[in-house]
Every structure is written in C-alpha cells, then in structure tokens.
C-alpha cells in the first residue's frame, strides 16, 4: 500500500493508485467520517487504507464482528450525524441485505462498497464478476428503490465514491458502488481536483423549530429534511412501517401504501437528476454495446476497433447501474439495429436492456472466470449483429 | 432491651404522619393489581367499577394509611398511579 | 501424655510416711466432734507416723506445724481433716511445698461442711464419721503420688460480654494495660442501664455527662474491639484458651454512618423507643439516643417497610449523602480467640405487671421508677419535665412504692434489689428540686441506706420534706374522673390504714437476673445461686472469679449493685484477667489421664466419651493418643475403659478403690457411698453444711472432679464390700463443667440399675442425683429419703448384692 | 381521590404513543417506568439521550421514551448503538431490548461490544421467552419450561446472562426481578454515570405467555414467585447466579473501571494529530 502523507490534509494531484485505495480516499474526500467492516477479499484494502486514515481525520474506524454488525453500524453513525460508509463483496453484502432494507426505511444516507467477485457463495475470492448488479436492486426484501454507480477505472472508484455520498445524501438512501476485483486492484493514475473544486452535498436540515419537526415528512422532491440524535428533536425512527412522525404503523394499509410508493418514487421520480451514461459514437451507430464497469473498457476499444473496420458501432456505458437509465436505452434501442450487452454474469443487466430495447434485437455475451471479455470477443459479437 | 412497654409515647402526636394524596389515573390502569399487592400498608383495594381498558382499576380503602413510599407509583406498569404529599397551610 | 508401665507404680517403694493433723476451727468442728478422739484414732491408721489435732491447722501457726514436721519426721504425705478442700486444699498445697513435699502428695478430710455443720447435734455419730471420712483421706494418701503440672498459654486477649458501665470499665482497664479487647453489646450501643438514669445517687451526677466520656474512650480505644448489636453464641475451649463465636447481627448502616440524622427526618415509620421504655418514639432507621456508642445508626428492620430482599421504601438511603445505607447487609459471625471472658451482662428490672394490685399497665399514672428516670431526664421524652401521661400534668402528688419484686416471697424475688432505696430517695430530691411544692410520699419496707454517703441523702430527702410511711399499699386504684391515684394500706409504725391519693405513683422495681443468663450459663458452664445470678467461684475469697477457670464477673450479673460497686467489681474482674494473662499461662492441674498402652486395645471408646476431643486413636501404633493441654481432667474416659488402661491422675482406681474400701471397712450395711462431682454435688453438700442443713451421718462421700469419672466397677464394688447404698451425685444435664461428660453418668447408672432389677436387687438401693452448688437443701433431702431405704434394707438383700457383684473384689 | 390528571413521569414519555401495547401485568411497563425514574433522578439531559432497541415486545420502548429514538431489526440494536455512540461519543446511548433480541440473533453483537467496552448501556427484560411471536423458546428459557416450541419441556441449557456479561467484559453487571423497583433504578442511575459497556438484566413477568405455559396465569402470580425466590448475593461470583424455581440469586454482580473503546480511540487520534504536527 502506498505511503500518505501523515498529515491530516485531503490528497490532491495526480497520484498512482489501486482501485480500493482511490475509493477509501474518494470517501474521505466526501467527508465520511465514520467506516465499519469487516475483512473480506477483494474489498480489504479499502478498511487497510481507512484504519489509517480516518483518524488522521478524526474519524472513526472499527472492524465490527460481521457485516451485519457493519452495516447495522453505519447506520447509528449515519443518524448520529456522520457520514458513514461500509465496503465489502458478495457474501457480505448478502449479510447486509436486510439492514439495507433497514436503511431504506428509516431513509438513512449511508454508502456501501460492493466490490463484486465470483460467486455464488464464497465463489473466487480473488476473481472479478459482476453478479451482485440484481441484489444490489432486490436485495432486501421488500418494495424500494436504490442507487447504484459502477465505476470502470480507479479514478472513477474515487469520483464515483464521492458521487455516491452526494446521491445518499440528497435523496436520504443506501447508495451503492458497484466495483470488481479488477478496478478495485488495478493500479492507474489518479487525479484528484483540489477540495475547493469539489461537489460536497450535505443531507437537507430541518428549517423548523424543534418542536415542529415531523421526522418523515417530505419536501417536495419527496425526500424529509434530516435532523440528527442528540440535537434535541427527540424524534424516533423504526423499521416498522411508519407515519410521518416516526411512529409505527403495524396495521393500516393507508400508511403502507403511502410509505412504501414515497420511498420508491424519491429515485424514480428524481431519476433524471441521478442517472448518468457515458456515450461514444451513439449518434450513428447501428450495433450499440452496453456495458459497465472492467467490461466497458474492453467494450471501448472493440467498438474503436469496429469503427476501423466499417462497422458503425458505438457504446453505452452504464456509470448509474440503478436507477437503470431507460430512457437512454429506449432512445438508443430505436435507432440501432441491434445491442450487445457483455457482462461478467450470467445476465443480470441485459435483462433491463431487453425490457427497454423492445424489438430491437439483444444479444448477450457472458464471461466468467479470471479474465472479463477481450475486446476481440466483443468485436466478434458486434460484427455477428451488424 | 428487654422491659415491656406500657406507656403510650408522649410525643406521639407530635410526629405528624404525612397527608398522602394518592392519584388514580383510573383509565390507564390494565388492573394487573401490582400496586394492590404489594401495598405494604393495604391502602388499596380493587374497585368495582370498570375503566376504558375493562378492568378493575384499584380504590382507595384508606388514604390516611398511606406514607408515601410510593412503592405503587414505582411498580405501576402503567403509569398509572402516583402518590404526592398534601402540603396544607395551618400544619394540619 | 503420660505413659506407665503398670508394675512402677509400686516400685516407687520408698517407705509411706503420713501425718494427719485434725482441724477444730475453733468451735466449727470441735462443736461436734471429739477431734482428739479422731486424731487418735488417726495414728492407728497404716502408714500413719504422726497424727495431731488443732485449733487452726490453716493458721500460720498451724501450717509452720506441717513444714516442721515434714523435715523433722520425713513426712511424705499430709492429711489434713478440717474444711472442703474447695476452701483450703490450695493453702495446705502451698504449705507442703513450701516444706518441699509434691503438692500432689497432700489430701484432704472434710470434717466440717460434711460432717461437723451437719450433724450438730450427735458428736458421737458426727465422730464416727470423722473417723471414716480421715480413714478414707489416709487410705487414698497413701496411694498418692507426686505429679507435675503442665503449662498451658494463655492468649492475652480478652472478651468482655455485656456494654454496661460494668463492661465499658473492665474493658479500659484491660485496654489502658494493654491488652487486647473485644467488648460485645447485644444492644445497638453500649451504655447498658446508667445510660438511660438521669442522675446517679449519692452525688447526684448526671449520669450520661459521666458515662458518656468512657462511652466514646471505648468507641475509639486502639486495643479495643466493639461488637455492638451483637451476641455471643459459642464458646469451646479452655482457660487461657477460649474459641468464641459471635453473631454480628445486621445495622444496614455502614461505618460511613455520619450521624446526620437526614435518614431520620424522611423515614415514614415510627416506634416506641425502646430506650425511652417507650415513653419516647423513634423512626425505623435511629441512633437509640444522642450519645451512643457507636454513633452509627441503625435500622429496625421488623418495623422497616424492606422486608424479604425488596426495597419498598429508599427514601432513607436516598437521603443518606455517604450512601451509608444498605438494606442488603447480612449477618456475620467473627470467630474470637481469647484467654479470658468478662460477663458482664446485667439485669433486668422487675415486670409490674405480676401485681396486679398495683394496675401498673392498667392505670396510666402508674409508672416505673425506669420510666421515671426518662421522664425527669433533660434529655428523655419530656425534654426534663415530669409530667403524667395521662393528661401530661406535672403532678403535685406523687408515691413511690418500695420493694416492688423485691424481699417478697408471693410476688416477685426474695432478695433485697440493693440500689431501690438509695434510688427513689435520689428520685424524690429530683422532684423536690425541681418543683419544691410536690408532695412525696414513700412507701418502704425498710429504708437501707448503708452506703458511703447513703444516709446523708436520706436525711436531706426527708428535710427536703419526702414523707417516708412504712408499710407498703395494699392496693392503687384509680379516680377515673381525674386519673388520680388512691394508695391504700396499712402504715405499721402506727398501726392504721392509709388512704393517700396521688396525681402519680412510681413503682420502685427490683433487678432480677437477665432472661438470658441460662443461656450465657450453659455457653460458659457456669453456675448460678437459687436467686439466678452468676455465682462465684467462693463468696469471700474469690468474689469476681468463675468456678470454671479463665472467667471472671463484673456488675449485675453477679448480683444486684448500685454503678459503684459494678465499677469497682468491673476493675476487679479486669486485673483478675490481667494477672492470667500477664503470667501468660497457667499451670493444669495433674488431673489428666494416664494410659497403659500395654493394657489398650484401641477399642476408641475413650475417644467416643471425651467432651474435649483430647484423645485421638492412633490406628496404625493400635493406642490412643492424648493432647493434655485440651484435657479437661473429668476422668471420664478412665470410667468407660473396660480394660483399665486408662486410669485418671490423682484420682486412680486404686485411690478411689482405697476410699471405698476405707468406708466399708465396718458396718457398710448402715452406710451410703456417694460419689460426688467437685463442681455442683459436692459443692451443693457444702453449701448443705454452710447452711447447717442437719441430715443423717451415715452417708460417705467420695469427692471426684466430674461424676463421669465414676466408674460402673466403683459402685459394684461398694456393693459387693456390703454397702446398703449408693448415690452417684453430679451436675444438671447440661450444666456439666465438662461440657456434656455427665451424660456418661447417667448412661451407666441407669445401666447399673438394670442389672440390679435383672438381678433381683431393688434398684432404689442406687440414686442418681443432680443437685447444683446451690442446692444443698436438695443434698440434705436426698440422703434423708435415702436413710429411709437403707433402713429398709434386709441384711439378705445387702448378701445378695454382695453376691452378685463379687467379680468386682478381684481384679485391680 | 380518583381523577383525571399526568403523572409525573409523563414528560419522559411520548404522551401521543400511550397507552403502550403491553399486556396487563407485563413486566415491559416496570421496566420503562423505571427507566424514566432513574432518568428523573439524574436530571439527564434528554436531548443528549439516544434510545435505541431492538425487535420483540420490550423494544418497544424506544419509541415511548420522548428522546431520540430508534428501533432496529432483529437483534441489531447493540451493532447500531454502537455506530451511533462511536460517532458522537457526547450522547449517552440506552438499549432496552429484550433476551431472545440480544443474546439470540444478537448474542454475537453482545459479546463483542462488551469485549471492546464500548460505552453503551444494555437493559434486557428476561421474560424467558419469545413473547411477542407468541411464546417460543428463547436462549433463556429455563430447562423443562413449556413453550409453544418446546410442548415437551424445554431441554436447551438457558444462558445464565449476568455470568455471560461478566466474562465478555462488561464493567458493570446487575441483575434484579421487576419487583426490586427501587434497586433497579439505583442500579440504573449507577449505570448510566458509568463510561463503557453496562448490562443489567431485568427478570420481567409475561404473565400472558410464558406464564399461561406454566401455571403462573396472572402477573401477580410471578411477582410473587420473584418475591419467594429471589436472594439478594451482591457481587458473588455471577457463575453461581442461579435462576430456579426455588431460587433466584439478583445484586450487583460487577462494578469496575476500564477505558472505553470510545475514549481509547480517541486518545489515539490525538496521538496522531500530535505526531503530524511535529
């Protein structure tokens, strides 16, 4: 691991790094200051980086007994009034499916690292995959919506990172990075802006006296302005569904459909603002590659390669996972004659591409395994469906 | 010490017993009977009538035997009962 | 332990040479003895060389006698034929060793409490008996041997039982000397009765503002140790060497205790305050008064509302700013290792209510002088003024009554209670003082003001204008319209009936031995007079001391006495303490056990019967093995040994077989044996002559230190030398001065009376008697009846009992 | 009299959430009104007051004590307590949960934390059973008890909790029944002045449960076995801290100072602080 200057100052410049590392540093950079984990490989090194460095920060790090305990953490430090962060892969983030839920529900801004390996169950540790893109969406049981950011490159683990705390912090939700083994090890330039140029956002603070507060109560964008414990509020919060002071409501159906469509539409109907793609050589194309993450930069150089060779090819590169970008793809679907959609999967993203894509053909292309799709792999497929 | 004692104490009347007010928040009450109980002066007993909640909450048999040790305000589950001392002007 | 081989005993063949001096004590003994005549009779005895009698063998004279001729005629064994040994075997002791003879080698013949005083009025019988009683002690002295006594150390720490000024002064005494201390007070502070009196007679103190300073010197004295609320409930030991356990019973209040008094003023629970007899009230949680020692408080937990482990009030312990306060606290037992015990434990007063005559209970002005010394005191319930509780008046009239529980044989003790005289004319001046227009009337018997100082206060009472009518009321009744009082009675100075009325009668109670002292009595091994209180070890010579060796008295306990003599008894008792442990051991008499291992066959029934855990079976060597310094001396494992491998010192078989056989010698069939312990039977036989309790002169008694040293073969053998009866005298079940050893007495006389049923004798022929040292009368009335059935004995019976019994001529 | 008028202790609870859903007899109201007693003693300040439980009956609580408030999901009350304490270490953090939530599905969060001492305070109600499921059996449910899963008798050896407490580490344990009110509420205040991790467990009547199972129908009933069995053994060993029908041992348990995890962190970050200043 790379040494940091010991000194309690936020890293700027260009700096040569691992995935993991840029991200613990893109969640310092976003002002976390509280992380809880738990050991599990490939995501370790992000704890490594933070047990170092969150005190230099004044925060807190603690190696908690399990990722239940982790997550279940980050959420009392959410609401005591730090941001809060969690990082783990699949197995983990299985553990921490249902204080997600828990999360959601009591609308707790909080982000969680996934870096995703083989799976199911133990799988290849030490392999990238990207099986966990369904449970980060269906995790928890329950009806909700999150958010969740795939980054590709090591400076996108920092920026998306911090992305990510800005997203839980305005819309008050569990918000997901989604990375692989290989973007979380691989080691790339990093450039990191100075602190004064970087996009901070704060949750929303209540703007009433103290004994106004209603703890759930929306604003417009749907989303309650958030007071913290200890500030005198005295407000309480509970996994039970709820009205909008917080208190219980086991047994009517009006709180349950009120809740629980509020608590899906703060993303859906915010979707515009949340959504983001990276589009190269869409406008003309007629074969479109979708992909995301490690995939999407050999996705890159096969449509380069297409274009090379005639074929007008272009990509949609997924950088929020959910809300899935429909629209986008809808558009997309229209105009091209078919999609191809790699993932190291056994197809989980292509799913939401199909409903978009309508009749435009979608082919599917899956890897599993060591290595992700090579650009030739993908350029064969482009080729079959032009 | 061993000798019998025959004699009333003359400060007896001196030493004024606390004036208890005991106070039932009669609706309240589920009736579990714990202040009834555990009454160490039986100062309570279980009323006939019925509260909101279908029970016997507890009345009082005899409040001048109250002390205050409000060990009924302490072991009500339900807040339900509380004791305080009546202050009253000519040192009654 | 001592070892012999049985054939040494004889070999110590120096020839027997024994002198016999016969006492007259003045009159005492001559009155009714012919002492010349026994002194003759004497040096016709075996082994005799020398016999004389005269007028005081314990004066100097008579002592310097024996020295001269234990050099001048080569004594070596002395009799003396005078008092109980109980009384002057130690100076006649002395004596001998003083002329170099082993004190072990001198005996004794009680001519006069068992013979003289109790038959005064038939010298020839009286005579007769002399004559046995010395043959017995030439008999058994010849047998005598010289013995060593062993040391025992005496731990130099003390115990003092009972908080009284008694207590409080033997405890600093021992303490300024010393020593350490543990001084246990069953109440919650020490301070006993002078701390509830106002005033004490004839000076007048305030009798806190005196008690007080010593109470806190013993608060906060480095050597001594105070156990308030606490009891003794076990002592095991010996001399020197007592195991004690005691029961500290619960203060739920810790030492951090402040005595701020702010648990008090929220404690909703109040109770008569036991201090003020009632006449005051106190919350659950107290200090019984102002000056207690120690100050800490203390909570009442029968009246306190945290019962079984649930706290239903805190307000006490809420109130308490040193959390001091614990309804948790359990009881504890300290074990104590001490050398010596103090009792000091007190009296009680007189309950009235046994004479209903007086209403006391009934009538409200009725009070007791207890009572009245908390209403008069600036510090009781009155705050000082004597008011009656029925309309709390002061009275203008006011009675006191003498003698109540006292000198009465219907109602209440015998004895005079000693201080109620000094104690009501201390009273009436009181009132005089304060209030000089109140009428007194007092009601005696007879005014004892014989004290330092005593008759000065009376003559002042009777100046201050007290009226002193002799002659107690028959009778109080009350005037129910004003609660006052008529005294009736008749006024025997000038024979007429009185009517008095009184707006309040004080009753003068008497003391009366402690509800407890039974208790205090066993856990001691004490004994006690017919009165109830603690008897000492001799009335004259050994006024402080116990008859059991180590404990001493001090105060009431012993009898009733005013604060002065309990003071002075309490030093007393201390430096009695003090010279045992300042010697730092004391010397066991030679009275233990010797073994013939040759002779055991480890059968372990010795161990069963010893109270004291001093003989252990060695199963390996097959013999038992003896701690001497545990003994206790009772011999009573010689009795249960059915191979006569043990035998006891000074007390052998041989001896006690040589006293049998004296007594038997001629005409047994008029006479009863008796075996006597040292402690109560023999003791009570004493006390019988002390008494001049006349009862028949047939009767022989052979002294041992415990009645379980009486052997089965011992009476069998007085049967088959022809003896019509015999009495097996001892202690009270349980009051055994060696622990329980005199179970095994009884065990074998009823054992004996078996065999004599199964055998055709009539059992009555053999008596089992317990008879205390103060029951002489009991001593006196038993050989009566047993007169009655030796009388009834046929000389055939007596051939049969010889008969049967033969086997025990042969065989030692 | 009998009248309509607040209790005293009313403030400290949240008048619109009242009456609480607690069955009659239940030892859940004894265990909150103690709670709010002992806060009322200490005059603490509320707004610095985190309440924090888990799922079950007991907890309940944390949405009636007028504080900020939060009720998590199974067993996960201690894990999220200790995120909110270690982020502020200024509030004072309260769980009350009951003893299937934190020493089944959390008893892996209970051990930790107290083996780190973090500084927060656990009061358990111990009603031997899963009362609000309906009456099942719970990691303290004595042998041979009925419950609706074990008809035959319970056979599963209960964990004895204050022993359990005292080896993890925690620096404070106590155990009373709800009829020792008044030691119960000492020992709380004692608690919550204390800084690392406290535990007491209230032995509490569920009278319409567990005690329908066995033959003690009514809450008085339990009370009374509370009263006839308990022992009051103060820092004895918590080993021999037995829960019988005969016998109940309660008291303090342990009551020692150790730096707390919240404290020794801190310490560090000044100690680095310090090093990057040099």
Known sequence: MLSMPNKRSLLTGAHFMNGDVACAEGAIAAGCRFFAGYPITPATEIAEHLSQRMPEFGGIYIQMEDEIASIAAVLGASYAGLKAMTATSGPGFSLMQENIGLAVMTETPCVIVDIMRGGPSTGQPTLPGQQDVMQARWGSHGDYATVALAPSSVQEMFDLTLEAFNLAETYRVPAMLLGDEIVAHMYEKLVI??????????????????????????????????????????????????????????????????????????????EDKIIRVEETMLDDADVAVVAYGIVARSALSAVRKAREKGIKAGLLRLITLWPFPEKRAAQVAKQVKAIVVPEMNCGQMVLEVERAAKETPVAFLSKLGEEPHTPLEILEEIRRNS | MPERIKHKPLDIDKVKPPKAEIHIITDQCKGCGYCIQFCPKQVLEESEEINARGVHPPKIVDESKCIICSFCTAVCPDFAIYTTEKKCAEGC | MTERKEPESKKVAEEVRIGVYVCHCGLNIAGSVDCAEVAKFAATLPHVVLAKDNLYTCSDQGQDQIKKDIKESKLNRVVVASCSPRLHEPTFRKACEEAGLNKYLFEMANIREQCSWVHLYDRKEATEKAKDLVKMAVAKAALLEPAEEAEVPITRKALIIGGGVAGIQAALDLADTG??????????SIGGMMARIDKTFPTMDCSICILAPKMSDVGHHPNIELLTNSEVTEVKGYIGNFHVKVLKKPRYVTKDCSACGECVKVCPIVAPNEFDVGLAIRHGIYTPFAQAVPSTYIIDMNVCLNKDGVVVCDRCMKACERQAVTYEMKAETADLEVGTIIVATGADVFDPTALPNYGYGKYQNVITSLEFERLINAGGPSGGRLLRPSDK?????????????????????????????????????????????????????????????????????RKAGAIFIRGLPAEIVEDKKNRSLWLMGENSLQNELYKIKVDMAVLSIGLEPRKDSEFIQRLLTLSRTQDGFFMEAHPKLRPVDAATGGIFFAGCAEAPKDIKDSVTQASAAAARAGILMAKGKVTVEAITPISYPEKCNACGLCVKVCPYNAITLNKALKRIELIEAACGGCGTCAAECPFGALTQKHFTDEQI????????????????????????????????????????PNVRIIRTMCSGRVAPKFVERAFARGAAAVLVAGCYPGDCHYINANYQTQKRVECLQKKMEQSGLNKERLQLLWASAAEGERFASKIHEMKNIVDSVASKEVEASQKVFEKALTGV | MVEQVTHPLSKYLRADMMPHIWCPGCGNGIVLNCFVHALDELKTDLDKLVVVSGIGCIGRTAGYTNTDSFHTTHGRAIAFATGVKLANPELEVVIVSGDGDLFAIGGNHFIHAARRNIGVKVICANNFNYGMTGGQLGPTTPLESVTTTSPYGNIEHPFNLVHLAAAAGAIYVARWTTLHVRRLTQSIEKMMQKEGFCFIEVISPCPEIYGRYNKMRTGLEMMEWFKKASVVESFSDPAKAEITKEKIVVGEFVDIEKLSYEKLFHEKIAQINERSIQ
């Not at chain 1, 704060?202 to 006296?209: G, Y």
């Not at chain 1, 604003?219 to 302005?225: G, K, N, S």
């Not at chain 3, 020593?179 to 919650?188: A, R």
């Open chain 1, 193 to 270: 802006p100075p602190p004064d140029k970087l996009k901070i956002v704060n949750h929303k603070r209540p703007n009433v006296p103290r004994e106004e507060y209603v703890p759930f109560k929306p604003d417009e964008d749907l989303v309650p302005p958030m007071a913290c414990f200890g500030e005198g509020y005295h407000f309480h919060a509970t996994g039970l569904t709820h009205d909008e002071r917080g208190y219980p409501q086991t047994s009517s159906s009006e709180a349950q459909q009120k809740l629980v469509t509020r608590l899906c539409n703060k993303i859906r109907k915010n």
């Open chain 3, 179 to 188: 020593y350490n201390v543990y001084l246990v007070e069953k109440e919650p």
């Open chain 3, 393 to 461: 008046q002061i009275p203008k009239h006011v009675a006191f009554v003498q003698c109540v529980g006292s000198r009465s044989d219907k109602s209440g003790k015998l004895y005079c209670s000693n201080v109620c005289c000094m104690n009501t004319i201390k009273d009436s001046l009181l009132i005089k003082e304060h209030w000089p227009e109140t009428e007194i009337y007092v009601f005696y018997v007879d005014i004892r003001a014989y004290g330092k100082g005593f008759e000065d206060l009376y003559k002042r009472a």
């Open chain 3, 657 to 696: 077989i040589a006293q049998i056989d004296a007594v038997t010698e001629n005409s047994p069939e008029k006479k009863i044996v008796a075996f006597c312990c040292n402690w109560c039977a023999y003791a009570g036989a004493d006390f019988a002559g002390v008494s001049r309790m006349q009862y028949p």
